[in-house]
C-alpha cells in the first residue's frame, strides 16, 4: 500500500506504536472478556494505526479524528474502519452515539481542555475508556501549559495542558467513572519507565463504569483537592498544634 509519509510514520512514532501495539494485545482481550465489550471506538484516531488493531481483537470500530487530513490519510490507509471528524472538546462530538469501549492514545496531552474532552469521552463510553497518555512529573494535582510545535499535525490549536497522573487520575472521576485503575505492567518503552536522566513522562490507565476484578489492574482512588490554599496558616492547623500542646501538657503534670 502507498503511503503517504507523516509524523506518524517516524522511526520514533513507529517504535513506540509497536510498544505500545504489543502491550494492548495483552491488557485488551482480558477486558473485552470480562466486560463483554463488542463495540469500540479509537478517539483521537490519527491515521487508524489502533483502529485498525482494535478490528483485529474482534471488535465492531470507529474512530475520530480532529485533523481533516489525518482522516482522509486513515481512510485510504485502512478503509475497513469507519472514520469521522470531530474535535473531542466540542460537547457536539456525543452525537457519535456510544460504544462500550473507548480507546484514547495519544491524544489528552495534545489538548487545551484535558477534563472537557475526558467528560465528552464519558458521553460516548458505555462500559470501559483505555486512556494512554504523556503526563507531567510529580504528585500533585497540577497541569502544564505547552506550547506544541507548529510542523506537528497531531494537536489543533498548537497548545496543550498536560496534567499530572494524580490530576488525571482526579479528572477521571469528576468526569463521571466509577473507578479508575493502574496497570501493574507497562509498555516496554523508556517514556513509560523513565531513567537516571530522564523522569517517566506517559502512563496508561484504565477507567470503568463497573468494577473489574482483572489481573494486572490496580484501582487507584480519587486524589482529594486541597482546600484552603491561599492561608498561611490554616485554622484546622491551629486546632491541631493546640490539642497537641494541651496533651504533653497533660502527661508532663501527671
Known amino acids: 500500500m502507498n503511503k503517504k509519509m507523516t509524523i506518524f510514520d517516524t522511526k520514533a512514532a513507529v517504535l513506540i506504536n509497536k510498544s505500545r501495539e504489543a502491550f494492548m494485545r495483552k491488557l485488551l482481550p482480558k477486558i473485552i472478556k470480562n466486560q463483554?465489550?463488542?463495540?469500540?471506538?479509537?478517539?483521537?484516531?490519527?491515521?487508524?494505526y489502533f483502529s485498525n488493531m482494535l478490528i483485529t481483537l474482534g471488535l465492531y470500530v470507529s474512530a475520530f479524528d480532529g485533523r481533516k487530513e489525518n482522516i482522509k490519510e486513515a481512510i485510504?490507509?485502512?478503509p475497513n474502519v469507519r472514520f469521522s471528524h470531530h474535535n473531542i472538546e466540542n460537547p457536539n462530538t456525543t452525537i457519535i452515539g456510544k460504544h462500550?469501549?473507548?480507546?484514547?492514545?495519544?491524544?489528552?496531552?495534545?489538548l487545551e481542555n484535558p477534563l472537557l474532552a475526558l467528560r465528552n469521552l464519558v458521553?460516548?463510553?458505555?462500559k470501559v475508556?483505555?486512556?494512554?497518555?504523556?503526563?507531567?512529573?510529580?504528585?500533585?494535582?497540577?497541569?502544564?501549559l505547552v506550547d506544541e510545535n507548529y510542523d506537528r499535525n497531531q494537536g489543533i490549536n498548537y497548545l496543550?495542558?498536560?496534567p499530572t497522573e494524580p490530576f488525571l487520575i482526579k479528572c477521571l472521576y469528576l468526569a463521571g467513572f466509577r473507578y479508575v485503575y493502574k496497570t501493574d505492567e507497562m509498555p516496554h518503552?523508556?517514556?513509560?519507565?523513565?531513567?537516571?536522566?530522564?523522569?517517566k513522562s506517559r502512563t496508561v490507565l484504565v477507567?470503568?463504569?463497573?468494577?473489574?476484578l482483572i489481573s494486572g489492574l490496580k484501582v487507584k482512588k480519587e486524589p482529594p483537592s486541597k482546600s484552603f490554599l491561599w492561608d498561611r496558616f490554616r485554622f484546622r492547623d491551629a486546632v491541631s498544634t493546640k490539642s497537641i500542646f494541651r496533651l504533653s501538657y497533660k502527661v508532663q503534670s501527671k
Open 76 to 78: 485510504r490507509r485502512y
Open 123 to 126: 458521553g460516548i463510553c458505555k
Open 100 to 110: 462500550d469501549m473507548v480507546f484514547c492514545a495519544g491524544l489528552l496531552y495534545h
Open 207 to 212: 477507567a470503568s463504569k463497573r468494577k473489574l
Open 36 to 48: 463483554s465489550i463488542h463495540t469500540a471506538i479509537d478517539a483521537g484516531s490519527g491515521l487508524g
Open 160 to 162: 496543550a495542558l498536560i
Open 189 to 199: 518503552y523508556k517514556d513509560y519507565h523513565g531513567s537516571f536522566f530522564k523522569r
Open 129 to 144: 475508556l483505555i486512556v494512554e497518555t504523556v503526563v507531567k512529573p510529580g504528585n500533585t494535582l497540577s497541569a502544564e
